[in-house]
């Protein structure tokens, strides 16, 4: 069955914020000011920014209502009970500690569960998530289904874990030496890439089986819900409300970064069934974000997050903005640029390997073409590639080369219309049909760790 998507937005626009526009000559002295490196761009001096769908989202004129209610009492603030039955409500989990990103709640899971030496299990862990079990002494091992590293497979739930993997993981480590099954919904790491029921099922019963703990890494929880509405037979009648209580009934708990399908621009939760690993875990909140009932957000904060995780339930918002991503990308796949497909939830993913052939991933074509977008256009995107991921082996001196080399435009929630998607897919385009012209850049200064933030670069 056909989904009918919205034509267009189904809200309408109440107090706009203005936009700068540079010219391409200004452009050329700002990008040569950041050192050719997007980070270091003041973000004023961007028109369409889609470095990331975090935190950058636009709230609902209920939203901003609610931090005029706002109650800022140190204990038991009215916001946070608020804030606590909505969570129930939605993921069916008892025991919810607020913190002020996802991050805090992956460190204090990981605090609870992991010790030197043993694994975490998942389909592909976010940064953060992989950095908090790493330390803690622990190893994330990534299982995603060998379709969801194939940018042309069209496969419907890339995000899916490898089920067999999973088991096999689990069998030649030994039961002991797992310390937990974290599943990231929708999948960031490979483009937003949902994880279908029966998966979650599945991950369930090998849980059972083996006795582990499993939590679901919930920052996309509702597109992935909508991405299993729109595929997985037998869901096309319920609500996304209704499928995403059902994504969480398999799990134990779960992570959360507000920041994503919270609606909100800071926040997030950790939810917990357990009471022994709540009652812990309370302890760090305490000791590392704030009291039990903020943990390190204000009560305006909270409240806006409250109603944000209402909203993003509903399917008229979440259907526009699936139609959205999947109206950037779908033009640019039909302009012939080498897109990940299908397209995720929140960005689209273009691969610098067949765009730029070229240029060798030593000479950054990421950031090449993310310099020469921002160029053309004033659009803000993000490399994946060999400035992140890739490095030398301080022992041996070897080149690390990164898995992948691709360019991530992250698109915000409810804040561009399609007229700014217009604008990128044609600056895309541009840049494609001139992509012979464009040459490799070479770093000219970089930090230790964590280079692709801060690092410089120039055109060679
Ligand atoms: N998990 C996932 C799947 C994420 O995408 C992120 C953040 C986090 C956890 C961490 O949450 O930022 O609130 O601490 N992703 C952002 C991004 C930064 O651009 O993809 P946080």
Known sequence: MAYHFPEAEPYRIKVIEPLKITSRSQRQQILKDASYNLFNIPAEDVYIDLLTDSGTSAMSQDQWAGLMIGDESYAGCRNWFHLQETVRDITGYQYILPTHQGRSAENIL????????????????????????????????????????????????????????????????????????????????????????????????????YGLPFF????????????????????????????????????????????????????????LNDEANFRQAQQYLILLEGFITYGGMAGRDLEALSRGLKEVLDESYMANRIRQVHYLGNQMLAAGLPVFRPIGGHCVLIDMKQFLPHIPQLEFPCEVFCAELYLDSGTRAVGLGQLAFGGVDEETGEILYAPL?????????????????????????????????????????????????????API
């Open 216 to 271: 679901l890494d919930a920052a996309r929880f509702a597109e992935n819900a909508f991405f299993i509405k729109l595929r997985e037979p037998g869901y096309a009648e319920k609500s996304v409300k209704e499928i995403a209580r059902e994504m969480f009934s398999y799990a134990d708990g779960c992570t959360m970064s507000s920041k994503k399908d919270g609606l909100v621009n800071i926040g997030g939760f950790l939810a």
């Open 110 to 209: 990981m605090m609870i569960h992991l010790r030197q030496g043993l694994s975490a299990l998942g389909n592909m862990f976010f940064d953060t998530t992989h950095a908090h079990v790493q330390t803690k002494g622990g190893i994330p091992r990534n299982l995603v289904i060998d379709e969801g590293l194939d940018g042309e497979s069209n496969h419907p739930f890339k995000g899916n874990i490898d089920i067999d993997k999973l088991e096999e993981h689990i069998k030649n480590l030994g039961r002991e030496q797992v310390a937990l099954i974290h599943v990231t919904v929708t999948c960031n790491n490979n483009g937003g890439q949902p994880v279908s029921m029966a998966n979650l099922r599945a991950v369930r019963a090998v849980a059972d089986k």
């Open 405 to 457: 080399e691709v360019v991530r435009l992250a698109i915000p929630r409810r804040v561009y219309t399609d007229n700014h998607m217009d604008v990128v897919i044609r600056s895309a385009i541009r840049t494609y049909e001139r992509r012979d012209s464009l040459r490799g850049m070479k770093i000219t200064w970089s930090p230790q760790v964590l280079r692709h933030f801060t690092a410089h670069l």
